[in-house]
């Protein structure tokens, strides 16, 4: 059976990320989204809540499951017989620090590949960090995340 892994931070997660997915469900027997919990940046929604937005949000997806990760990538992706790493090319802005963290995975894990997947352009510009500053200056975000997500950052931006 292949398994591949995502890995993010997905806060929060958008369509861009679950267009992903979808993408990947289509290639791998099973995907594991994997939701880093030791991030460098601040992120506006804790561990719990990215966890519970990404499980929301792939409902009914066959053969994906969400989980949290600690620690390196690699580390976990090995400790799960896992050999392919997902990660999403949006723009060629994105390819510079795709590039430098691909080659430093395969220097710790020769055996893991990773694999890049572009998703729809619709979703080609998108990005978490843009959805939030939007979302804070009252722009209408429906057509960029799930509902949940919606409703979840109305309520955070609101108080
Ligand atoms: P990280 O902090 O690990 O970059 P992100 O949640 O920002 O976590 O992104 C996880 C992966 O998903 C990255 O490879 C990123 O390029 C990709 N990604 C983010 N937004 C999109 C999008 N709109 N469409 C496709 N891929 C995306």
């Known amino acids: ?3 591949a892994l995502y890995p993010g931070s997905f806060d929060p997660v958008s369509l861009g990320h679950i267009d992903l997915i979808k993408r990947a469900a289509r290639i791998f027997d099973k995907v594991m989204v994997g ?3 030791n991030l460098h940046k601040k992120p506006l929604f ?5 966890l519970a937005m990404l499980k929301e949000a792939v409902k009914g997806l066959e053969r994906v499951e969400v989980v949290a990760f600690d620690g390196l990538v690699v580390d976990f992706a090995r400790k799960h017989g896992i050999r392919v790493l997902i990660r999403g090319l949006r723009m060629i802005s994105d390819f510079e620090y795709e ?8 220097r710790f894990a020769e055996d893991i590949e990773t694999i890049f997947l572009m998703p729809s352009e619709q979703y080609s510009f998108l990005s ?6 939007s979302a804070a200056l009252g722009a209408d975000i429906s057509m ?3 509902k949940c997500v919606e409703d979840k950052l109305k309520e955070r931006l609101a108080r």
């Open 144 to 146: 960029f995340v799930p």
């Open 99 to 106: 590039f430098q963290m691909t080659l430093t995975n395969r």
């Open 35 to 37: 939701v880093a919990q």
């Open 46 to 50: 804790s561990n719990e809540e990215r």
């Open 1 to 3: 059976m292949r398994t």
């Open 128 to 133: 978490s960090t843009l959805l939030k500053e």
